[in-house]
């Protein structure tokens, strides 16, 4: 019998409903000529930044991109601190380090996997200029205390939202709940182009023509620069693929919802296993569905994450070494401990299959599998006692 294999992420399958579409639509696009800067990246700015709430999307070549332009417009540049997360993707802090400001990290929530409001007011200092909370794995940081922390300190507000385009905080849409928000179209995102893209989107008008002019070399009038820019553009190939793509995102984040009550509801007598948390103010969008392996040793998640290979179903750990402990960041001076609730999930997380087009059965597998294993384990490990298993 061969095994129908569970792949992480599955991009074939969303091709298979859109493809033809894409095609005829790229085509055109490629016949007209015009590549960079036409009527599709236009039209896509005005219907994301309406999606978010916001009145101005500025197309970047990237989401990385998106941050380094954002923290620019608004502003931060060497010698200013910016406060963030030490659990997120290289990208978020390499964004600050590259504008010459320092990234002070402050620890996360382990129960939501993103900045802890409770811990940001005393890493605020003179320097501090912006607050960048990331919506990680799609579900939205608690935005009104970040916000209210920032009025208190005349700060601005920069949401990475790479991972959560389409998720709500308090019933409004992420993108909107800061001074600008920055997506990326990286084709495994929730909205993903055909290669790299990304946008900002504001609600200040200010903002919005700043971030137009610094894509765009420093240009106001065409080959009259006022300043230094980037080039850093949206191209009409990408938007063209977007513009096909986004309408559907609200059927595919409610099938992401969907695979995420399966998952919750199949792992609920799980041992040892903490499923992800739903606080009380988030609509996410199930970037990732996220497990945490209990204990404070990566072995038994890696154990996990080979058995789960060996049957055929893909999983990946993001991420597996918070950015305090990269070299990239050593510069930075953070010890092991520094932030120990990212150090400790980052030995626990596992994101297992999470795309639209699973099925009921796919996902039942993959939590079979699950169970199977941590039952096998935790009777192996607490043979005699019925307390529950404590792992590390
Ligand atoms: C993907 C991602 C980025 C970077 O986006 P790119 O388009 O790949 O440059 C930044 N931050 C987070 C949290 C991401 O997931």
């Known amino acids: 019998m061969v095994i129908e294999k569970i792949p992480v992420l599955d991009l074939q399958k969303q ?22 800067l036409g009527p599709h990246l236009s039209h896509l700015e005005a219907l994301v930044a309406d999606m978010c709430s916001c009145t101005h999307g500025i197309g970047v070549a990237n989401g990385t991109d998106a941050l380094i332009l954002a923290l620019w417009a608004l502003g931060v540049g060497p010698g200013d601190e910016v406060i963030t997360t030490p659990f997120t993707f290289a990208a978020t802090a390499e964004a600050i380090a590259l504008r010459g400001a320092k990234a002070v990290f402050v620890d996360i929530d382990p129960a939501t996997f993103n900045l802890n409001p409770d811990l940001i007011e005393a890493a605020v200092t003179k320097k501090t200029k912006a607050i960048l909370p990331v919506h990680l794995y799609g579900l939205p940081a608690d935005m009104d205390r970040i916000t209210a922390i920032a009025n208190r300190y005349n700060l601005k507000v920069i949401e990475d939202n790479a991972q959560a385009i389409g998720a709500l905080y308090k019933q409004k849409p992420t993108g909107a709940l800061s001074n600008a928000a920055c997506i990326s179209f990286y084709p495994t995102k929730n909205l993903g182009a055909c290669g790299d893209a990304g946008m900002i989107v504001t609600n200040n008008p200010e903002t919005a023509e700043r971030l137009k002019v610094l894509r765009a070399h420093g240009m106001r009038t065409r080959y009259y620069h006022d300043e230094l820019g980037v080039n850093s553009r ?159």
């Open 234 to 392: 949206l191209d009409e190939l990408q938007a063209v693929a977007l513009l096909t793509k986004l309408p559907y995102l609200p059927t595919w984040n409610e099938k992401r919802r969907q695979v995420a009550a399966w998952y919750a509801e199949a792992l609920a007598d799980c041992p040892n296993l903490r499923l992800p948390s739903l606080p009380v103010y988030a609509t996410p969008v199930w970037h990732q569905y996220t497990v945490c392996v209990l204990g404070n040793k990566n072995e038994l998640r890696d154990e996990l994450q080979q058995q789960l290979a060996a049957e055929g179903i893909g999983s990946m750990c993001y991420y597996p070494v918070p950015l305090h402990r990269q070299k990239a960041f050593s510069d930075l001076g953070y010890g092991p401990g520094s932030f120990p609730a990212a150090e400790m999930v980052s030995q626990q997380v596992l994101s297992l299959p999470m795309y639209p087009e699973l099925e009921a059965a796919q996902v039942n597998r993959v939590a079979s599998a699950i169970k199977r294993f941590m039952q096998a384990r935790t009777a192996i490990s607490v043979p005699t006692t019925t307390a529950p298993p404590v792992f590390g």
């Open 15 to 36: 091709y298979a409903e859109i493809g033809a579409d894409l095609e005829r639509r790229v085509l055109e696009v490629l016949r007209s000529g015009h590549y960079i």
